[in-house]
């Protein structure tokens, strides 16, 4: 009787026995995708759809699918020379050190993502601090309203600043909130961030170089 009960024991255990992961998919056609890939920011929904590079690039053109659908870029930008100082950042009210900036249309103003252990925390930035975050770096005269934020970075009485791609803004409060631990988020939040900016500042190219191609 043994046997039988091993047999059926073990094909239980096929049943039981997770899944393979699935491919992703492009969200528009259904192409199988590889590695990393390109998003389309739903502008009504306020959501990010992941594609293929032929639907990435069909999206690129404004207007396109109805304007409803646009193609996350994928540039990097810095600007060393910005003169964003406490007294600025004082007025964006944010609890934590690193902000997301960004201008949703959807919505009719600019708003501020910031990590927490809850995930991405949006907060309306009042008119006159996103002015003094404008008159401050020349990259928020350059920003794409609901594909790329502007990314604010203050440690140690430094504040970095960048032009980042939304999706970038939401991969990292997404990292942090499974990290997270504690107050302050804890030693591992700290070093995916520290990791994070490492990549970014790999990435960069100025601000005043944007136009100019290698």
């Avoid at 492009?26 to 306020?46: M, T, V, W």
């Avoid at 594609?51 to 069909?58: K, M, Y």
């Avoid at 927490?116 to 350059?142: F, H, I």
């Amino acid at each position: 009787m043994s046997a039988p009960r091993t047999a059926a024991h073990g094909g239980l255990r096929r049943f039981r026995a997770p899944a393979p992961a699935q491919p992703e998919r492009c969200e528009l056609c259904n192409a199988e995708l590889a590695g990393r890939h390109r998003h389309l920011a739903d502008i009504k929904s306020r959501a990010l759809a992941c594609a293929c590079p032929h639907c990435a690039l069909l999206f690129e053109r404004p207007g396109a699918g109805g304007g409803r659908f646009r193609t996350v870029p994928d540039r990097v930008l810095t600007d060393s020379g910005h003169r964003l100082d406490d007294a600025v950042w004082d007025r964006l009210r944010i609890p934590v050190g690193v902000a997301f900036l960004l201008d949703n249309t959807a919505l009719g103003r600019v708003v501020a993502l910031y990590p927490s252990p809850a995930g991405a925390t949006e907060s309306e930035l009042a008119p006159d601090a996103w002015q003094s975050v404008r008159d401050a770096t020349r990259l928020a005269g350059l920003l794409t309203p609901d594909v790329e934020a502007l990314l604010l970075h203050r440690t140690d009485g430094r504040i970095d600043c960048h032009l980042v791609p939304v999706d970038l803004a939401y991969e990292l409060t997404g990292r942090l909130r499974l990290l997270w631990r504690g107050f302050d988020g804890g030693t591992e939040a700290r070093a995916a961030l520290a990791e994070f900016f490492t990549e970014i500042a790999g990435r960069a190219r100025e601000s005043r170089e944007e136009g100019r191609r290698p």
